[in-house]
């Protein structure tokens, strides 16, 4: 059968923009004129297209690989920044004669390779645009009044920067924020790429999101800055993106010989968009170990305190209990509860009092049947559970509903439109018993002594009551799904135990659906003051629970088609499941991808549609599945396949090439090309390794023909595979 949940790239040489950012003007001539003499009527006007130039906007970074501060098995990894807006690597450009050299790239220094600026820990610098403006240059601003008074550049003598950027666009100003770093000529040049080198090192991905945490997009499109330089084994390195506006002349030679237009200068000042982190090690955090040695070290799976299992014991202690349980029964008692999820907690009571009592977050650690509560409750109180024998009480369900109040309290928006809809609700009501006893008193409006009046009353009585009752609103039913999904709650009351969810651990459970009633009807007791009260929100709460279940299911839109269908057709009231993930995988691959399968196998696609896939922390991750999962894969995503190199046993670098054209473009083949490296062993010779590919691409027995070979094929030619780790799970989830 045809997998449905094929995942799917493409990649795109450019995306060129049709003007680049800057100053233009336009000039318009019209002639005309009587008996052979025309005159000429000349205009000019000017327009600028702008662009950001010193510094990002707030969502332009989607994101950097290796992550900012990420510690794994980087060895060979050649760090990248996705951009969310196609165009912004062509924006500017780094050589007026060469549209398609891109202005941006990723620069990688090595620790110690620059020394930090004094009284600080980083070698980037926050100063001014006049700071990279030279001493002799006077500061113009295009469009704008000369300054006054008269403003010259400030860059250090025998530092060079970029030329022409006296000449600030539009908008700009010489007092505007940038943030640089000074790098050394031999430095620089050493690292730096080359200016044929820039035009292969960009490209457009488009990708899709299936299986990726929550979005409302089907598909991304991002442009992706590829770096030229790997991190040593063993030390951390910085990535730089920086801007390489007109600065196409002072870029090195293929070896890294520096530019003879750097002669006589010491440095070069570059302006510094983003900057990121990483530690290269040599294999203990690679992503395949880090999620092979998930629960290693306890043999959980299930998220529970850890606990004994004697079900014998518990069998006599519960016997015992009635007439006076022993020590060893209470043992028995105690890890049983443990085991079921239970964590006792520090209980204050309303009469101010203190004591312990039992508590469980909504993820069980084995299957649960079918909800026992039936709301709505009075109040917290009324949830509270009390073991006489043990002495202790369950505020499981009375925190949950508390915490649904609460909740619902802090938000204004759904807080008004509950009371609102409520209202008209009971608005509605009253008119219906108004107009049934109208027509238990009156004549009917039929009758040939009704008074017209009466008629027409009862007749617009009738047309409001035929409409209907109101529709909830829709942040009513949204608000209300969110909860469903457990969305905005504390993440103390999922898991109320840290020792639950220790760190490099993965944790199956089953979705308390009492708990959720629970908190949903908390949510929906606002203004419930009386019996009378309570008696309407009982029909309240069956007129919310469809809708707010479809909001629920809606929520997720970045499903695959056969997913959507499945959720579709689902009952009102799913069984939901799920996982927590702690990890430094999490961290340092935060777009980890997930599919759940309802067998302990990957015979068929994934068939158990997820309604939540969320980031709780930066190493924590929360799936939510509709329906049981005996089984999860995790795997890299698509979007952020990682480009690199692949050392030899000589240091020799190589890629494994994959098909370019052909039935199954993509796919990885046996074959290798050789990448050639500067003298560092570290900084690639991107067009010349590109050659290199573009020469074993062609050759037999691969004869794909690639010409010319451009920034996407050398982009697919470097991408790694994709890590895949399955975890298959009893079927009671324990």
């Known amino acids: ?170 908008g700009e100003s010489p007092a505007d924020p940038v943030n640089v770093v000074d790098l050394p000529v031999g430095l620089f040049s050493s690292i730096a790429p080359t200016l044929d080198d820039l035009s292969i090192l960009a490209h457009i991905r488009e990708t899709d999101t299936y299986d990726s945490v929550d979005s409302k997009d089907i598909v991304l499109t991002r442009s992706i800055v590829l770096g030229n ?107 049983n509860a443990l085991a079921a999820g239970f964590v006792p907690l520090d209980h204050h009571l309303r009469e101010a009092g203190r004591t312990v009592s039992w508590y469980r977050g909504p993820f069980l650690p084995v299957a649960t049947a079918t909800s026992h509560l039936t709301p709505p409750f009075n109040g917290a109180d009324s949830l509270l559970r009390y073991d006489p024998l043990a002495g202790m009480f369950d505020t499981s369900y009375a925190a949950a509903w508390q915490i649904g109040q609460l909740m619902a309290l802090r938000s204004r928006g759904y807080s008004v439109a509950l009371y609102r809809w409520k209202a008209e609700v009971d608005k509605a009501a009253a008119l219906a018993e108004e107009m049934a006893l109208l027509a238990q008193k009156l004549k009917p409006i039929d009758h040939p002594d009704a008074a017209p009046a009466l008629a027409s009353f009862l007749a617009r009585g009738e047309a409001r009551l035929a409409a209907g009752p109101p529709e909830p609103a829709a942040a009513v039913i949204d608000f209300i799904g969110g909860l469903r999904l457990l969305k905005g709650l504390p993440f103390a009351y999922l898991v109320p135990d840290e020792r639950m969810l220790p760190p490099e651990s993965l944790r199956l459970f089953t979705v308390d659906p009492d708990w959720i009633e629970a908190v949903v009807d908390g949510a929906f007791s606002i203004g419930r003051a009386s019996a009378s009260q309570l008696a309407k929100d009982a029909a309240h709460v069956r007129t919310i629970a469809p809708p707010s279940w479809a909001a629920a299911r809606a929520a997720r839109t970045n499903d695959r088609p056969h997913l959507a269908a499945l959720k579709a057709a689902a009952s009102s009231v799913p069984q939901m499941s799920g996982l927590l993930i702690r990890s430094a995988a999490v961290r340092g691959w935060p777009k980890l991808q997930i599919g759940g399968y309802s067998t302990a196998d990957d015979s068929n696609p994934p068939d158990v549609p997820k309604l939540r896939m969320e980031h709780l922390s930066a190493d924590v991750l929360l799936c939510l599945f509709e329906g049981a999962v005996r089984m999860v894969s995790i795997h890299e995503p698509p979007e952020q396949l990682h480009s690199g190199i692949e050392y030899d046993e000589q240091g020799g670098a190589s890629t494994t090439l994959r098909y370019v054209t052909g039935d199954t473009p993509g796919e990885q083949t046996l074959i290798t090309a050789p990448i050639a490296l500067r003298s560092d062993g570290l900084t690639l010779k991107a067009k010349t390794s590109a050659t290199s590919i573009q020469t074993v691409l062609n050759a037999a027995p691969l004869n794909q023909g690639v ?28």
Request: aromatic letters at 6%; a negative charge; hydrophobic letters at 40%.
């Open 1 to 170: 059968m045809a997998d449905p949940t094929q995942k799917t790239i493409r990649f795109i040489e450019d995306d060129l923009p049709k003007l680049k950012a800057g100053e233009y003007k336009i000039h318009v001539e019209l002639s005309a004129g009587i008996n052979g003499k025309p005159e000429t009527y000349p205009a000019d006007r000017g327009f600028a297209v702008a662009g950001l130039r010193f510094k990002l906007g707030g969502g332009d970074l989607a994101s950097v690989f290796p992550p900012d501060m990420a510690n794994g098995e980087y060895d060979g990894v050649l760090p990248h920044a996705v951009l969310s807006v196609p165009i912004l690597p062509w924006l500017r450009t780094s050589v007026a004669q060469q549209e398609k050299a891109p202005w941006l790239a990723v620069l990688t220094l090595q620790e110690g390779e620059l020394a930090p600026i004094p009284g600080t820990t980083s070698p980037i610098q926050a100063l001014t645009a006049a700071d990279l403006i030279a001493q002799d240059k006077q500061i113009e601003i295009a469009g704008a009044a000369k300054l006054s008074p008269p403003q010259n550049g400030k860059l250090p003598t025998g530092t060079v920067s970029y030329p022409g950027i006296e000449n600030l666009d539009y």
């Open 229 to 335: 330089r790997v991190g040593k084994v063993g030390g951390t390195a910085t990535a730089l993106l920086v801007s390489l506006e007109n600065m196409g002349a002072f870029l090195p030679g293929d070896d890294g010989t520096p530019s003879a237009q750097l002669a006589g200068a010491t440095s070069v000042r570059l302006t510094v968009l983003a900057s990121w982190r990483f530690f290269v090690n040599s294999g203990d955090r690679a992503l395949a170990k880090l999620l092979e040695n998930l629960n290693a070290g306890t043999g959980l799976t299930s998220l529970r305190l850890p606990a004994a299992d004697d079900s014998g014991q518990v069998a006599q202690a519960t016997r015992d209990e009635a007439s006076g349980i022993s020590p060893t029964d209470a043992d028995a008692l105690v890890a």
């Open 707 to 734: 010409d010319p070979m451009t920034a996407c094929e050398f982009a697919l030619e470097m991408v790694k595979g994709v890590l895949r780790v399955e975890y298959a799970f009893p079927a009671e989830g324990a």
